[in-house]
Protein backbone atom coordinates (compact mmCIF):
# COMPACT_ATOMS: atom_id res chain seq x y z
CA UNK A 1 0.00 0.00 0.00
CA UNK A 2 0.98 3.50 -0.94
CA UNK A 3 2.28 5.50 1.92
CA UNK A 4 4.48 8.69 2.48
CA UNK A 5 6.03 9.53 5.81
CA UNK A 6 7.08 13.28 6.86
CA UNK A 7 9.62 14.13 8.61
CA UNK A 8 12.19 17.48 9.81
CA UNK A 9 9.87 19.58 11.21
CA UNK A 10 10.66 20.92 14.47
CA UNK A 11 11.17 24.28 16.73
CA UNK A 12 12.53 27.19 14.87
CA UNK A 13 13.40 30.69 15.35
CA UNK A 14 12.62 33.12 12.51
CA UNK A 15 15.10 33.36 9.65
CA UNK A 16 16.30 29.91 10.33
CA UNK A 17 16.12 27.04 8.09
CA UNK A 18 14.49 23.75 8.05
CA UNK A 19 14.43 20.73 5.60
CA UNK A 20 11.49 18.78 5.39
CA UNK A 21 11.67 14.87 3.85
CA UNK A 22 8.92 12.80 2.16
CA UNK A 23 9.71 9.66 1.96
CA UNK A 24 7.00 7.30 -0.07
CA UNK A 25 6.73 3.83 0.10
CA UNK A 26 5.06 1.25 -1.71
CA UNK A 27 5.13 2.65 -5.20
CA UNK A 28 7.67 3.92 -7.89
CA UNK A 29 8.21 7.72 -6.87
CA UNK A 30 9.69 8.38 -10.84
CA UNK A 31 6.37 8.31 -12.13
CA UNK A 32 4.37 10.58 -9.72
CA UNK A 33 4.08 14.44 -9.00
CA UNK A 34 4.59 15.10 -5.47
CA UNK A 35 3.47 18.51 -3.58
CA UNK A 36 4.20 19.88 -0.09
CA UNK A 37 1.22 21.60 1.76
CA UNK A 38 0.58 22.88 5.65
CA UNK A 39 -2.17 23.30 7.49
CA UNK A 40 -2.15 25.51 10.28
CA UNK A 41 -4.42 25.57 13.72
CA UNK A 42 -8.14 26.31 13.09
CA UNK A 43 -7.33 27.04 9.28
CA UNK A 44 -7.65 25.00 5.78
CA UNK A 45 -4.96 23.16 4.31
CA UNK A 46 -3.02 25.43 1.38
CA UNK A 47 -0.77 24.44 -1.18
CA UNK A 48 3.16 25.35 -0.51
CA UNK A 49 4.82 24.12 -3.50
CA UNK A 50 5.31 21.05 -6.14
CA UNK A 51 7.60 19.03 -8.16
CA UNK A 52 6.52 17.39 -11.59
CA UNK A 53 7.47 13.61 -12.18
CA UNK A 54 9.52 15.83 -14.67
CA UNK A 55 11.00 17.91 -12.37
CA UNK A 56 9.25 21.17 -13.17
CA UNK A 57 8.23 23.25 -10.61
CA UNK A 58 5.52 25.19 -9.39
CA UNK A 59 5.10 27.66 -6.35
CA UNK A 60 2.63 29.63 -3.87
CA UNK A 61 3.08 33.12 -3.42
CA UNK A 62 3.81 32.27 0.31
CA UNK A 63 6.49 30.10 -0.67
CA UNK A 64 8.48 32.40 -3.59
CA UNK A 65 11.88 33.46 -3.34
CA UNK A 66 12.50 31.36 0.60
CA UNK A 67 11.49 27.68 -0.21
CA UNK A 68 13.02 24.70 -2.59
CA UNK A 69 11.65 21.90 -3.32
CA UNK A 70 13.75 18.75 -5.18
CA UNK A 71 13.55 14.96 -5.65
CA UNK A 72 15.99 12.16 -5.29
CA UNK A 73 13.70 9.09 -7.06
CA UNK A 74 16.49 6.45 -6.05
CA UNK A 75 15.56 7.24 -2.37
CA UNK A 76 11.66 7.41 -3.36
CA UNK A 77 12.18 11.40 -1.38
CA UNK A 78 11.14 14.51 -1.98
CA UNK A 79 12.72 17.31 -0.32
CA UNK A 80 11.56 21.00 1.35
CA UNK A 81 14.25 23.54 2.02
CA UNK A 82 12.64 26.25 3.85
CA UNK A 83 14.61 29.16 4.83
CA UNK A 84 13.65 32.55 6.17
CA UNK A 85 10.80 30.85 8.01
CA UNK A 86 8.64 33.50 9.34
CA UNK A 87 5.80 32.68 12.66
CA UNK A 88 3.28 32.45 9.92
CA UNK A 89 4.98 29.40 8.26
CA UNK A 90 4.21 27.65 11.85
CA UNK A 91 1.85 24.48 10.36
CA UNK A 92 1.54 20.78 10.39
CA UNK A 93 3.01 19.59 6.65
CA UNK A 94 2.34 17.59 4.65
CA UNK A 95 3.20 16.00 1.41
CA UNK A 96 1.00 13.96 -1.37
CA UNK A 97 1.65 12.57 -4.82
CA UNK A 98 -0.54 11.99 -7.89
CA UNK A 99 0.36 9.73 -11.22
CA UNK A 100 2.08 11.94 -13.84
CA UNK A 101 2.52 16.03 -14.39
CA UNK A 102 0.56 18.61 -13.09
CA UNK A 103 -0.21 21.50 -14.18
CA UNK A 104 -0.13 23.67 -11.62
CA UNK A 105 0.24 23.43 -7.72
CA UNK A 106 -3.68 23.24 -7.23
CA UNK A 107 -5.79 22.82 -4.54
CA UNK A 108 -5.37 19.66 -1.60
CA UNK A 109 -8.17 17.57 -2.89
CA UNK A 110 -6.86 17.77 -6.07
CA UNK A 111 -4.23 15.44 -4.61
CA UNK A 112 -6.40 12.40 -3.33
CA UNK A 113 -7.01 11.77 -0.35
CA UNK A 114 -3.83 9.67 0.77
CA UNK A 115 -1.53 11.24 3.20
CA UNK A 116 0.65 11.13 5.71
CA UNK A 117 0.48 11.99 8.99
CA UNK A 118 2.34 15.24 8.57
CA UNK A 119 5.34 16.78 10.32
CA UNK A 120 5.18 20.08 12.62
CA UNK A 121 7.37 23.24 12.68
CA UNK A 122 7.24 25.84 14.34
CA UNK A 123 8.60 29.41 13.97
CA UNK A 124 8.63 30.98 17.06
CA UNK A 125 11.69 33.02 18.73
Known amino acids: QARFVESGGAPVQPGGSLRLSCTASGFNLDYYSVGWFRQAPGKEREGVLC???????YYADSAKGRFTISRDNDKSTVYLQMNSLKPEDTAVYYC???????????????????WGQGTQVTVSS
Open 96 to 114: AAVYGPVLSLGSPPLWGDN
Open 51 to 57: ITNSGTT
